[in-house]
């Protein structure tokens, strides 16, 4: 675990450009699964790369068939689905047990995609939409939009509509900002958030805690990673461990409501201390 946790934090000091982003999540999934065996996941990811690449001729640069060849190359070669059973099952949030399954969460089977696309050198990005992550895609004609846990379903505005009528209820519309971009980092913070929930929502607060540290070795500039970190020592009576978070808290976020009541607790555990 020292190792994969070494190599989080070589990623957390990278540009995001540079993160590359399967192995980056392999990385956080060794952490989660010490016993799997990564370097198979690792050398799934090359046979993806490689069979793209063969692909790259047929697909053109039109986006939407670019779209069509990853799907055939993920989905229909490779089997990847959704998991549409079993959806909360923890595995499939870690991309070592997804790539052994073959199914997972869309987010996490979306940085499939992206691996696949930057390999070749086709503009791609995660698509923050609210309760379903998405991926676009670029090349000639419009931007292809892609939903991966449905094996890579173009999504027209019709489609979208519904989505997001499905998860926030039926007088939801399509409005500024559901589209927008994610970084390679935001992905994987996608990605472990699903971890997090899960593990708080069984009342885990130490697992969530040692989920959100390792978030914060590949994205140690999120102030709010910090303040929920300091929060879960502060509950776990680690007076020490949430004294620093929230100094990290404050000293990227100094003004605000926020930060003035990080401050007054950080008065509070001095006090506790002395």
Same mark, same amino acid.
């Given at each position: 675990?020292?190792?994969?946790?070494?190599? !989080?934090?070589?990623?957390?000091?990278?540009p995001?450009v540079?993160? =590359?982003?399967?192995?980056?999540?392999?990385?956080?999934?060794?952490? /989660?699964?010490?016993?799997?065996?990564?370097? =198979?996941?690792?050398?799934? $990811? @090359?046979? !993806?790369?490689?069979g793209?690449?063969?692909?790259?001729? *047929?697909?053109?640069?039109?986006?939407?068939?670019?779209?069509?060849?990853?799907?055939? $190359?993920?989905?229909?070669?490779?089997?990847?689905?959704g998991d *549409?059973?079993?959806? %909360? /099952?923890?595995?499939?949030?870690?991309?070592?047990?997804?790539?052994?399954?073959?199914?997972?969460?869309?987010?996490?089977?979306?940085?499939?995609? $992206?691996?696949?696309?930057?390999?070749? =050198?086709?503009p791609?990005?995660?698509i =923050?939409?609210? #309760?379903?992550?998405?991926?676009?895609? #670029?090349? &000639? #004609? @419009?931007?292809?939009?892609?939903?991966?846990?449905?094996?890579?379903?173009?999504? %027209?505005?019709?489609?979208?509509?519904?989505?997001?009528?499905?998860?926030?209820?039926?007088?939801?519309?399509?409005?500024?900002? !559901?589209?927008?971009?994610? @970084?390679?980092?935001?992905?994987?913070?996608?990605?472990?958030?699903?971890?997090?929930?899960?593990r708080?929502?069984?009342?885990?607060?130490?697992?969530?805690l040692?989920? &959100?540290?390792?978030?914060?070795?590949?994205?140690?500039?999120e102030?709010? $990673?910090?303040?929920?970190?300091?929060l879960?020592?502060?509950?776990?009576?680690?007076? &020490?461990?949430?004294?620093?978070?929230?100094?990290?808290?404050?000293?990227?976020?100094?003004s605000?409501?926020?930060?003035?009541?990080?401050?007054a607790?950080? %008065?509070?555990?001095?006090?506790? !201390?002395h």
């Amino acid at each position: 675990m020292s190792d994969a946790q070494a190599a !989080l934090e070589a990623i957390g000091a990278l540009p995001d450009v540079e993160i =590359d982003i399967g192995a980056a999540a392999i990385q956080l999934a060794r952490v /989660d699964a010490p016993e799997a065996d990564w370097r =198979d996941a690792m050398a799934h $990811l @090359s046979v !993806l790369a490689r069979g793209i690449a063969a692909r790259v001729a *047929t697909a053109g640069a039109n986006a939407a068939d670019r779209g069509a060849a990853l799907a055939d $190359l993920i989905a229909g070669h490779h089997g990847y689905r959704g998991d *549409t059973v079993a959806y %909360d /099952d923890p595995a499939n949030a870690n991309l070592i047990r997804v790539i052994e399954r073959r199914k997972g969460l869309p987010v996490a089977l979306g940085i499939l995609w $992206l691996h696949c696309a930057r390999a070749v =050198d086709w503009p791609a990005h995660g698509i =923050d939409f609210p #309760g379903h992550f998405l991926l676009g895609l #670029g090349g &000639t #004609g @419009s931007q292809a939009v892609i939903d991966v846990f449905a094996g890579g379903a173009a999504m %027209d505005a019709r489609g979208l509509r519904g989505l997001i009528k499905a998860v926030e209820g039926p007088e939801a519309e399509l409005r500024p900002g !559901l589209m927008r971009p994610m @970084s390679a980092r935001g992905v994987l913070l996608r990605l472990q958030n699903n971890i997090n929930l899960r593990r708080l929502r069984v009342q885990d607060l130490a697992g969530a805690l040692a989920c &959100t540290e390792d978030m914060l070795r590949i994205a140690p500039g999120e102030a709010g $990673l910090w303040r929920e970190a300091a929060l879960m020592n502060q509950r776990l009576d680690r007076v &020490t461990a949430a004294l620093h978070c929230f100094d990290r808290f404050v000293a990227l976020m100094p003004s605000g409501e926020a930060a003035a009541r990080a401050r007054a607790a950080i %008065d509070e555990l001095r006090a506790r !201390l002395h």
